[in-house]
């Protein structure tokens, strides 16, 4: 069954903790020992938004935008109670519960170690991520999970769609109740950057080069010249991030484990609020996994876009959501073997809607 899952997730992909590691420690050495790269690159900057690093979250975000069909909107009623659950779990409880986790986890459980200015912007991070839900990786749990195609990619297009309108207000709700200021502007600014653009741009190319080469063409020769583009864009933001934060990771590297208990135990806590109610609905697996993998993964790219647009390149909130992306990984494919573990509780998988 593990040589049948294996090509839907890439190299890149697979070890992405480990290249995250990586960056992090080139990006560290860099702001130690080269200052003169991060305070060059950090005079680049327009309304508060690092301009080399808004470039490299386009590289992250564009392709991933690209890959989803808008166009199968039009069969959101094919399988209406899975997209509930995943609905509902997104936006009606995924933030409130990643808040609440990681309030009590860096307010209370660890309160000896992270001092509470510190505290509040690393809640800030998780808040970020927990008002993020995933889009393109969750393709590849998809796959992994044997999951519905077609069901997945509604899930992904309406879930971009629902980021357009419900992402700010949910940041500023939450972030307001932490006592923690953010800019109307500023993060409406950042959702019509990272997301809006680029999802326009995605659909405009998707479009017009359907329209004169076919969807054929597309998906198997277009779309995979992009493969690692989102990976390698991630990486160089993330040397970037750490060549710009390196001082505060080194003043606090424990802090990185300590934000990581909070963004794990969320992270398998939402899994299981989607997944056990697919069952009690009688969904099947081929429906289920997907809407449990899709609710625990995070749109980590747009966490991070905001973070460094809101609070800076050099901030704690970046750093959290930074950790968001160190945990991604290894957690979502223990959730895939959780998944894969539990196919036959489910109903019978049915064929995908044509």
């Not at 709700?173 to 990272?194: K, Q």
């Not at 741009?201 to 198997?220: C, D, M």
């Not at 424990?254 to 056990?276: G, R």
């Not at 993964?297 to 950790?323: D, H, K, M, Q, R």
Request: glycine share 6%.
């Amino acid at each position: 069954m593990e040589k049948e899952q294996t090509p839907g997730i890439g190299f890149f992909q697979k070890y992405l903790s480990l290249w995250v590691l990586l960056c992090m420690a080139a990006g560290i050495l860099i702001g130690k020992f080269l200052p003169q790269v991060p305070d060059f690159l950090g005079r680049f900057e327009y309304a508060q938004v690092s301009i080399p690093i808004a470039v490299l979250i386009w590289v992250m975000i564009y392709p991933m935008m690209m890959k989803v069909d808008f166009l199968s909107v039009k069969n959101v009623g094919k399988n209406p109670k899975g997209l509930f659950v995943t609905w509902a779990a997104n936006w009606l409880i995924k933030p409130f519960t990643m808040y609440a986790v990681a309030a009590f986890f860096l307010n209370v459980v660890f309160s000896k170690f992270i001092e509470p200015g510190l505290a509040k912007e690393y809640l800030a991070g998780a808040i970020l991520l927990g008002a993020a839900p995933c889009t393109a990786m969750v393709f590849v749990w998809s796959t992994l999970t044997r999951g519905d195609p077609a069901y997945t990619v509604v899930q992904v297009a309406t879930n971009d769609l629902i980021i357009l309108v419900a992402f700010v207000p949910i940041v500023k709700f939450l972030t307001g109740i932490s006592n923690i200021t953010v800019p109307w502007d500023t993060l409406i600014l950042s959702v019509l950057l990272f997301v809006a653009i680029p999802l326009a741009g995605g659909v405009l190319t998707r479009t017009l080069v359907t329209k004169r080469r076919g969807t054929e063409f597309f998906e198997n020769r277009f779309l995979p010249k992009f493969g690692n583009a989102t990976v390698v864009g991630l990486l160089l933001t993330l040397v970037l991030l750490f060549a710009f934060q390196g001082e505060v990771f080194l003043s606090n590297p424990l802090h990185i484990l300590l934000i990581a208990v909070p963004l794990t135990i969320q992270t398998f806590l939402i899994f299981f609020i989607s997944y056990i109610p697919c069952k009690w609905l009688k969904l099947p697996h081929n429906v289920a996994a997907p809407a449990g993998m899709i609710a625990a993964s995070n749109f980590f790219e747009l966490a991070v876009a905001v973070a460094i647009a809101v609070f800076g390149t050099g901030s704690p909130a970046a750093l959290a959501t930074t950790v968001g992306v160190l945990t991604e990984v290894p957690v979502m494919l223990i959730l895939v073997g959780i998944a894969n573990r539990t196919r036959g509780r489910f109903a019978q998988n049915r064929p995908a809607p044509a």
